[in-house]
C-alpha cells in the first residue's frame, strides 16, 4: 500500500461540516479494534469508508498514557497467543510481548482477616480445587469455545458466580480466595455477574482454568496498545475522523444518513457500530434499535468495576495480593518496580468505590491489601462513567448468553453491529472485538457485492 492509500486521520473539521451531505459506502462508527480491523477490511476490499471517532485518539478501551513518571496501559493491557484473532494482528503489525513480572510473594486474608504471606505455589494449592470445581463440567456446558451458547449453558445460564461459589463446599479462607481471584477477572460483583462468563474463558482456553488465568493477566504488548493501535490505523484506507461524535443514524429506502453533532451528514450504503451494549444508546436510530440491543442497553453488562495504577515510594518484591470483594480494591499487584518508585495496579468491583484523587483513601485501599509502602499518587480512568464506553470490559449478567448472543450479531437492514460484546471466542477481550470487526467487514461485503 503506497503512503497515498493509507488512512487519513483528522481532527474532525471537515471542510463538509457545515455543507453537502457527504457519500460514501460504509461509515463506521467508533476506531477500537473492532471499527479499525472492519474499516481496514471493507478499504482493502475497495469500498469507501469513512470511521467517525468521538474520542481524539483511536484505539476505544485500550489507551496507553505517560501517567505517574511511567507508560501505563488505562484500559485493556494483557495478551495471549491462544487468542487467535490477537495474534494474528500481532503478527501483522511486528509486535511482540513481554511478560509482566513473576511474583516473588503472595498476600491474601485468612480467616476472620487475618494477613497471608506466602509463596505462588501455596496461594495456588489454596485456590485450585476451587478454581477446578467452579468450571469442572466446562466440557459438557461450553464443549467449544468457539459456540459459547452450545452445550448446557442455556440450563444454567441464570446463575450468577456467587451463586456457583456459594454452592461449593470449602473453608472460609479459600472461599474468600476464590471469590477475590473471580472479582478480578470479571470486574463486577459476582453476585450480578453470569456464570456463563467464567465458562466462556474456561473454554476458550480448551476447558484449563490455569491457562485461562495466564491468558488474561500476563503477558503485554511492548510498545503499548496505543503504539498497536496506531499502526493499524495508519494501514486504513481512506479516512479516520477524530473528535466526530455520531448523534443520529436514520435508515431510508436509499440507504442512511449518519448525522454528527457537529452538524455534518454523511450518506453511505452500510453503517457499522462498534458502541459497547452499555454505550449504543448514546445515538439516536431510526428505525429503533432491535428490542435486543434495546433490552441490553437497558440492562447494562455486569462489568462496573474500576482499574487504578499507584505509584508508591522506592523499590520493593515483587507480589500480589487480594483483599475480599467488598474491600474497594480486590485485587492489587507490582507492575512496574524501579530504585527510587514502584509502581501498582488494582482492581476493584465498583467503580465508584475509590476516589484516586484521594490518596488517604488510596493509601487505606492499598494498606488492606499491602501494608507498609507509600503511596505518591494515583491515577485511573473511569471507563464506567465514560460516555462513549459505560463499562470496562464485557461481562454477562445472568441469562444474557444464551438469550441474546445471536440476536446481537444480527444486522438490522443496513445497520450492522461490530463489538467484543457480540464475538462468539473471546467476548470482552481485544480478540473479540477483532473476530467481531472481521465478521461484519465480511458480512457488509457480501450485502453490499464486489467493488467494479
Known amino acids: 500500500?503506497?503512503?497515498?492509500?493509507?488512512?487519513?486521520?483528522?481532527?474532525?473539521?471537515?471542510?463538509?461540516?457545515?455543507?453537502?451531505?457527504?457519500?460514501?459506502?460504509?461509515?463506521?462508527?467508533?476506531?477500537?479494534?473492532?471499527?479499525?480491523?472492519?474499516?481496514?477490511?471493507?478499504?482493502?476490499?475497495?469500498?469507501?469508508?469513512?470511521?467517525?471517532?468521538?474520542?481524539?485518539?483511536?484505539?476505544?478501551?485500550?489507551?496507553?498514557?505517560?501517567?505517574?513518571?511511567?507508560?501505563?496501559?488505562?484500559?485493556?493491557?494483557?495478551?495471549?497467543?491462544?487468542?487467535?484473532?490477537?495474534?494474528?494482528?500481532?503478527?501483522?503489525?511486528?509486535?511482540?510481548?513481554?511478560?509482566?513480572?513473576?511474583?516473588?510473594?503472595?498476600?491474601?486474608?485468612?480467616?476472620?482477616?487475618?494477613?497471608?504471606?506466602?509463596?505462588?505455589?501455596?496461594?495456588?494449592?489454596?485456590?485450585?480445587?476451587?478454581?477446578?470445581?467452579?468450571?469442572?463440567?466446562?466440557?459438557?456446558?461450553?464443549?467449544?469455545?468457539?459456540?459459547?451458547?452450545?452445550?448446557?449453558?442455556?440450563?444454567?445460564?441464570?446463575?450468577?458466580?456467587?451463586?456457583?461459589?456459594?454452592?461449593?463446599?470449602?473453608?472460609?479462607?479459600?472461599?474468600?480466595?476464590?471469590?477475590?481471584?473471580?472479582?478480578?477477572?470479571?470486574?463486577?460483583?459476582?453476585?450480578?455477574?453470569?456464570?456463563?462468563s467464567a465458562y466462556r474463558w474456561v473454554s476458550a482456553t480448551g476447558g484449563h482454568w490455569e491457562l485461562m488465568h495466564e491468558a488474561s493477566a500476563t503477558y503485554r504488548v511492548v510498545g503499548g496498545m496505543s503504539e498497536w493501535t496506531r499502526l493499524i490505523a495508519k494501514s486504513v484506507p481512506g479516512e479516520i475522523r477524530l473528535n466526530t461524535r455520531v448523534t443520529a443514524v436514520a435508515q431510508h429506502p436509499g440507504g442512511t444518513t449518519v448525522t454528527c453533532a457537529n452538524g455534518t451528514q454523511i450518506n453511505a450504503r452500510a453503517v457499522i457500530s462498534t458502541l459497547p451494549a452499555n454505550a449504543i444508546g448514546g445515538i439516536k436510530f431510526s428505525p429503533e434499535l432491535p428490542a435486543v440491543w434495546q433490552r441490553q442497553f437497558a440492562e447494562k453488562v455486569a462489568s462496573q468495576g474500576t482499574k487504578v495504577w499507584v505509584k508508591v515510594r522506592g523499590s520493593l518484591p515483587r507480589f500480589f495480593g487480594y483483599a475480599t470483594p467488598q474491600h474497594p480494591l480486590s485485587v492489587l499487584k507490582s507492575e512496574f518496580v524501579h530504585d527510587d518508585f514502584s509502581i501498582l495496579v488494582g482492581f476493584g468491583p465498583d467503580h465508584t468505590a475509590l476516589d484516586v484523587s484521594d490518596l488517604g483513601a488510596v493509601q487505606a485501599a492499598v494498606d488492606a491489601i499491602r501494608p507498609g509502602l507509600e503511596v505518591v499518587d494515583a491515577t485511573s480512568h473511569d471507563w464506567v462513567a465514560d460516555p462513549l464506553s459505560r463499562n470496562t470490559w464485557m461481562t454477562h449478567r445472568p441469562g444474557q448468553l444464551s438469550r441474546d448472543l445471536a440476536e446481537l450479531q444480527q444486522p438490522q437492514g443496513v445497520l450492522h453491529f461490530a463489538t467484543t460484546d457480540n464475538a462468539d471466542l473471546w467476548g470482552g477481550f481485544i480478540d473479540g472485538a477483532i473476530e467481531s470487526g472481521l465478521r461484519e467487514a465480511h458480512t457488509v461485503a457480501e450485502a453490499l457485492g464486489p467493488q467494479n
Open 1 to 196: 500500500m503506497s503512503n497515498s492509500d493509507a488512512a487519513e486521520t483528522t481532527a474532525g473539521n471537515s471542510e463538509t461540516a457545515a455543507g453537502a451531505a457527504e457519500t460514501v459506502d460504509v461509515v463506521v462508527i467508533g476506531a477500537g479494534f473492532a471499527g479499525l480491523i472492519a474499516s481496514r477490511e471493507l478499504g482493502n476490499a475497495g469500498y469507501r469508508v469513512l470511521t467517525l471517532e468521538a474520542r481524539d485518539r483511536v484505539g476505544g478501551r485500550t489507551w496507553t498514557d505517560h501517567r505517574l513518571d511511567h507508560d501505563l496501559e488505562l484500559g485493556g493491557t494483557w495478551v495471549h497467543w491462544v487468542q487467535p484473532h490477537t495474534w494474528a494482528e500481532m503478527t501483522r503489525y511486528g509486535r511482540e510481548i513481554v511478560r509482566s513480572p513473576a511474583a516473588e510473594e503472595a498476600r491474601w486474608l485468612g480467616a476472620g482477616g487475618e494477613r497471608r504471606v506466602a509463596s505462588l505455589d501455596e496461594f495456588m494449592a489454596l485456590i485450585s480445587p476451587g478454581q477446578q470445581r467452579i468450571i469442572d463440567d466446562v466440557r459438557d456446558i461450553m464443549p467449544r469455545g468457539t459456540e459459547p451458547t452450545v452445550g448446557g449453558i442455556s440450563a444454567i445460564d441464570h446463575l450468577t458466580i456467587q451463586q456457583r461459589i456459594d454452592s461449593l463446599e470449602m473453608s472460609e479462607e479459600a472461599r474468600s480466595a476464590n471469590e477475590s481471584v473471580w472479582v478480578g477477572h470479571v470486574n463486577a460483583p459476582l453476585d450480578q455477574t453470569g456464570i456463563s
